[in-house]
């Protein structure tokens, strides 16, 4: 048995040559699936309980107490399900996609352990369809766990079935979104669900459904090889285990990292990602992917764990930093981000079908210089509109987090786009920009023409 390490997701990660089936049993795998196989599944599920993972698509729920809610023992449902969301669209984050291409029999082992917890004899991976490489290598990695007795029938002479199947995503944001997720697996459109009944307890064909992120299901193989108190120790803050952090923007040093959780902003941005490139300064970040607020320069010391950054007034998300500089408009990042948001709501709920366009146009006539102060305020109402316990899904809110905390920190941006009819960054009027081309439009038809043309906020 080969000893923990302190970087479990990412240390056999290897995107130019995942390990094969040899590579991965060498290296541990397998291991944690041997364990879990020898329990009964109500210690498996203590086991996942004991070692507090939450999950790491972005709300942080506790995984044990998620699995809790699946009816088990008699009278239970006999058929039941479990969905790995690998629908990874939310912008600024790909920690999914390390994974998925890097070593994709980590999670081909973490849903087999899952689905034995839970008592799912199916169980899919529910894959972004823009991934094809991923797509390649998971199928790959499903033949060959396959040819070696992990899936199928009387699994290591276990007794126990389970067939795992492939399904990329016709793509579209909203089947983040677990409901319509489910909705999209079966066909229908990928419209989220009223709940209750939570798919706990009625999901995938009305049957009781676990839907998991990749990143939370790949912790299940170390868990249970090295046990819930190892991976308690991995992390020296109230959140359990490691995190993969990510940092985009204009920084020295992009990328992905997997490190103990409450590493702080700071820290992930400047030792990591090595601080913004030369002639840059910070303004602020989104830290947890484009449905989050910002953070800015006072927030910089502030752990990196789920209550810490609660606390600071944003959201851990998925831990991906998107960092704004000041050759950057945040009107222009704003409306960019709520643009994607608009394209992707599922229409369902009036707030978000049609807040989300609204502010679009708003956002629009101001970076363009064409709007009144009435505008502002128009997006403030917007945000109180679209705000949470108003809308069907989280998509509107998430998509006002940004807006709202811009009004907040970057008020003086949007006074000044009004004021002066354009857009200072672009003009290179303000001190240390880059002195980019811009110039007030005249009318609506070069306001839609030059959308985006001059800072799309990427």
């Known amino acids: 048995m080969t000893q923990p390490i302190n970087t479990p997701l990412t240390a056999h990660v290897n995107l130019l040559s995942p390990p094969d089936y040899q590579r991965y049993v060498d290296s541990g795998g397998f291991v944690g699936a041997k364990n879990a196989l020898a329990m009964n599944q109500s210690d498996c599920l203590g086991q996942v309980k004991d070692s507090e993972l939450k999950g790491r698509g972005g ?48 999670l081909v082992e973490a849903m087999l352990i899952a689905s034995y917890t839970i008592g799912a004899n199916q169980a899919f991976i529910f894959l972004r369809g823009e991934y094809h490489l991923a797509a390649q290598r998971i199928q790959a990695a499903i033949d060959e766990v ?61 049957k009781p459904t676990i839907v998991n992120n990749v990143e939370t299901l790949c912790n299940l193989p170390h868990i249970f090889a090295h046990g819930g108190q190892w991976f308690k120790e991995l992390s020296g803050d109230s959140d359990a285990g490691t ?9 020295k040093n992009p990328g992905l990292w997997e490190m103990p959780f409450g590493k702080t902003l700071r820290e992930v941005l ?37 209550d810490s950054i609660a606390k600071a007034g944003s959201r851990l998300g998925t831990a991906g930093l998107i960092v704004l500089d000041d050759h950057n408009c945040p009107v222009g990042m704003v409306r960019n981000l709520l643009q994607f948001f608009a394209q992707e709501s ?23 210089g064409h709007g009144t102060m009435q505008d502002i305020d128009a997006l403030d109402r917007l945000c109180d509109f679209m705000w949470i316990g108003k809308t069907h899904c989280a998509l509107a809110p ?42 007030r439009l005249t009318n609506a038809a070069d306001t839609h023409a030059q959308q985006g043309a001059s800072h799309d906020g990427k």
């Open 59 to 106: 709300a942080g729920f506790p995984t044990g107490m998620k699995w809790s809610f699946v009816p088990m023992g008699d009278g239970a449902p006999e058929r039941k399900y479990l969905i790995c969301n690998a629908d990874e669209m939310e912008p600024g984050t790909f920690k999914d996609r390390l994974l998925l291409e890097g070593n994709p029999l980590q």
């Open 146 to 206: 396959k040819s070696q007795g992990w899936l199928g029938n009387n699994i290591q002479g276990s007794g126990y079935q389970l067939e795992l199947y492939l399904h990329t995503s016709a793509g579209r944001y909203i089947c983040g979104e677990e409901t319509a997720l489910i909705n999209a697996l079966e066909g229908r459109r990928a419209n989220p669900r009223a709940k209750p009944p939570f798919p706990q307890v009625s999901g995938l064909f009305g």
């Open 243 to 251: 995190k993969i952090y990510g940092a985009s923007g204009r920084l």
């Open 270 to 306: 400047y030792l990591n990602a090595g601080g913004l490139q030369d002639g840059l300064k910070f303004r602020g970040l989104l830290p947890g992917g484009a449905s989050t607020d910002f953070l800015v320069e006072q927030h910089l010391d502030v752990a990196m764990d789920y």
């Open 346 to 368: 599922c229409g369902f709920c009036t707030p978000c079908r049609d807040g989300t366009p609204w502010a679009v146009e708003l956002l629009t006539r101001i970076e363009h």
């Open 398 to 439: 998430g998509a006002v987090e940004p807006l709202r905390s811009a009004l907040k920190y970057f008020r003086d941006d949007f006074v000044e786009h009004v004021e002066k009819g354009c857009c200072a960054i672009a003009q290179g009027k303000r001190p240390g920009t880059l002195g980019l081309t811009g110039q």
